[in-house]
């Protein structure tokens, strides 16, 4: 397995801290079905009014529990498409968890790029953008067991760029906290070494604070194994093989697609790229191909400069189209969606079904296919 500069990184030695570290206490992401909890004005009073407000309250008690049933179960990683049909039969070992599929766009209800794609109940991560580690939990709670925080321990970086990992820090350092006892494997593009030594130097005062004060922090779970790649396999376990394969994104040296070989799925992954003949080789017959893509409004809705420098970024939603022609997925999933605040996810999906007749899903937060 061709690998570059292959370095285990520790904190250097330093003194204890006097001062215990308070961490910022994040609120697990909201649920767009959340109830809101108002305070419920009645206004009968008197004898008869009684009788009338316990009947009114009990209906309102149900209907607080039908609305909490089904704000339940609508926030539920589904592995149902955008259009409510079941897109791909399930796979007895694999299943593919969409974490995030914003830009840096910031957007409330959108996390940061990131994928988990589970083999026999170990999640390997692509991309650690912002909320990376919330969304991990967020699934588990939703039944994603195999993204419990101790098994985060391995992720394939695509590129540098800060919407994918802009939440590397919290997947180093939040799993450990929580018991994750061992280091954390990422394999990535040249950069990726560096960027993993200084969050650890960032932090170190408080990792050491961890180790050495009353938590006892296990001290090696804080660890990162980096690994700079070059195209070909870079990594083979009992469950995958991972290929990396480069792509083109901008004036980007190095940018990677992945591909992942499970016992029963070929699942590839763009990362952020124009149409490239490497991605083509790689994703020909694969069973569910993610891709990034813009719609054509936005893309006419910027100058000229922005344009060209989309242009040399990133994919069309007709550019799309035709690389799932070419590459015939059994499944093509939208991701890193660049859209008009007014266009729909239908807009989008019209825009590449218009010349794609293949199964095609928008990407969603928890989607699970
Ligand atoms: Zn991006
Ligand atoms: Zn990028």
Not at 15 to 30: E, K
Not at 166 to 195: K, N
């Amino acid at each position: 397995m061709p690998s570059l500069n292959y370095r285990c990184y520790a904190i250097p030695e330093i003194s204890a801290l006097r001062h215990p570290l308070i961490l910022g206490v994040t609120p697990p992401p909201q649920c767009p079905h959340s109830i809101d909890k108002k305070p419920f004005a009645y206004t009968m009073m008197g004898g008869e009014g009684r009788i009338s407000l316990n009947l009114h309250r009990k209906l309102f008690h149900i209907f607080i529990v039908l609305l909490t049933l089904y704000a339940g179960w609508s926030c539920v990683p589904s592995d149902q498409g955008s259009a409510g049909t079941n897109l791909i039969p399930k796979s007895k070992d694999t299943q593919v968890v969409i974490l995030g599929t914003g830009t840096p766009n910031i957007n409330p209800r959108r996390f940061g790029a990131c994928v988990a794609i589970i083999v026999n109940g170990k999640p390997y991560l692509v991309d650690f953008g912002p909320g990376t580690v919330q969304q991990a939990s967020a699934a588990y709670e939703a039944g994603i067991k195999a993204l419990a925080m101790q098994n985060l321990t391995i992720a394939f970086l695509t590129h540098i760029h800060s919407d994918h990992t802009a939440g590397f820090a919290d997947l180093i350092l939040t799993p450990w906290i929580l018991g994750r006892t061992q280091p954390l494997r990422v394999f990535g593009p040249p950069g990726i070494i560096a960027m993993s030594n200084h969050i650890l130097s960032a932090y170190r005062r408080g990792i050491r604070m961890r180790i050495e004060g009353a938590e006892k922090a296990d001290p090696s779970g804080y660890k990162v194994f980096s690994e700079e790649i070059k195209p070909g396999l870079i990594y083979e376990d009992d469950n995958v093989k991972v290929k990396a394969f480069p792509v083109k994104h901008g004036a980007f040296q190095y940018a990677f697609g992945y591909r992942f070989e499970t016992p029963s799925r070929i699942i590839v992954i763009s990362g952020d790229t124009i149409p490239t003949e490497s991605l083509i080789a790689n994703a020909t017959g694969c069973d569910i191909l993610i891709h990034e893509v813009y719609s054509m409004a936005w893309f006419q809705s910027h100058s000229p400069k922005d344009q060209k420098y989309h242009a040399s970024s990133h994919t069309s939603s007709l550019e799309l189209a035709e690389i799932a022609n070419r590459t015939r997925p059994r499944l093509l999933v939208l991701t890193h969606q660049l859209m008009q605040p007014e266009e729909t996810e239908q807009d989008l999906l019209n825009e590449v079904r218009r010349h794609y007749k293949g199964k095609v899903a928008y990407g969603r937060e928890l989607n699970v296919f």
